[in-house]
């Protein structure tokens, strides 16, 4: 499984991003997807997963301003990115488990200005 991620960005506090995570390769495999991130410094840290049923998860810090979402179809998951907060800079990385074998997309680079 391969994962590209796409469409960070440098925004103002207060607005808003949306990532996308297209997956290719043995994508019939693919049980969670789910977005980390890292800011400098830190560890890498789960922002939010979803499995192949929708099922989600987020991380407090982004719960009512980000909405992780999948569409099967076109084998991408989609991070919706709202009320962003200088704290929310950092390297976000797509993920993509099989059951067996987690899958980790290049990051792409979001950084929230005050």
């Known amino acids: 499984v391969q994962l590209q991620a796409s469409g960070g960005g440098l925004v103002q506090a207060g607005g808003s991003l949306r990532l996308s995570c297209a997956a290719s390769?043995?994508?019939?495999?693919?049980?969670?997807m789910a977005w980390y991130r890292q800011a400098p410094g830190n560890y890498r840290d789960l922002v939010a997963t979803i499995t192949r049923v929708n099922t989600t998860v987020y991380t407090d810090s982004v719960k009512g301003r980000f909405t992780i979402s999948r569409d099967n179809a076109k084998n991408t998951a989609y991070l919706q990115m709202n009320s962003l907060k200088p704290e929310d800079t950092a390297v976000y990385y797509c993920y993509a488990n099989d059951g067996l074998v987690q899958y980790r997309g290049r990051g792409t680079l979001v950084t929230v200005s005050s």
């Open positions: 390769g043995s994508v019939f495999s693919i049980l969670t």
